[in-house]
């Protein structure tokens, strides 16, 4: 693995970890990096390649990737925009880094609950399978909201239950699989509840019979 060196002290800028509420997933993430790949690419590429479509490409803008993985987005985006790509993980971030050798792109091992940016400093945050992992996705999109600049954009590629939905062997198979590496019960409907300051642009069905959904946002 290429030898990185993240901001660690990004961090301590914040009081609260939310990271730290669940250490399990955190070292799962670590061991299961050089597997990742094998599992996800070949199975999303096309439904991650329909929603990065949804990221302008006119004029060069800062885009963040809030919980980058092992950076299996990066061969897909266009190189006129100045990235930051952030994960929890340094050893998905380790993978992630040759892939992003043609953009320009800044690395940063942090917390996708709780940002190490000033508000309002994003034209466009992509939240590609982060939000059914983290343990509070409401405070992923919150922060990501709160990062982005008025009239911007969030891309959100995942998969959720509707509203009312009984899904019982995912909700079963939950308790076991949030610690270890996603959750199967988040509704898309009630975390976007608690950001009131987004707006939703469009909503499709990408995978698995709209289980996993691309989903534009903006911010008013």
Same mark, same amino acid.
């Given at each position: ?22 250490p ?6 670590n ?8 599992? %996800? ?12 479509? =949804? ?6 803008a ?10 299996? +987005?990066?061969?897909?985006? &266009? ?11 340094? =050893?998905m971030?380790?993978? =992630? ?6 953009? +320009? ?44 600049? &008025? ?38 409907? +009630? ?23 691309? %989903? ?5």
């Amino acid at each position: 693995a290429p030898n990185l060196k993240f901001p660690l002290h990004l961090f301590h800028m914040h009081t609260q970890q939310p990271y730290r509420e669940n250490p399990l997933l955190r070292r799962s993430y670590n061991l299961i990096a050089p597997l990742y790949d094998l599992a %996800i690419e070949r199975p999303l590429l096309k439904a991650r390649t329909r929603s990065l479509r =949804a990221l302008p490409a006119k004029e060069a803008a800062r885009v963040l990737l809030s919980g980058v993985g092992t950076g299996l +987005d990066l061969p897909l985006l &266009p190189a006129m925009h100045r990235y930051t790509a952030l994960d929890f993980s340094a =050893a998905m971030l380790s993978r =992630a880094r040759p892939r992003g050798a043609r953009l +320009d792109i800044d690395w940063v091992l942090g917390d996708s609950m709780a940002l190490p940016f000033a508000d309002a400093q994003f034209d466009h945050v992509v939240l590609h399978l982060i939000l059914a992992v983290v343990p509070h996705p409401e405070k992923c999109l919150g922060e990501a909201a709160r990062v982005l600049k &008025p009239g911007g954009t969030i891309l959100v590629f995942d998969k959720f239950l509707h509203p009312r939905q009984h899904a019982w062997l995912r909700r079963a198979l939950n308790p076991l699989t949030r610690r270890l590496a996603t959750r199967m019960d988040v509704v898309f409907e +009630d975390v976007l509840r608690e950001v009131p300051q987004l707006q939703v642009v469009s909503d499709m069905p990408l995978l698995a019979g709209g289980w996993f959904r691309g %989903i534009v946002l903006r911010k008013v």
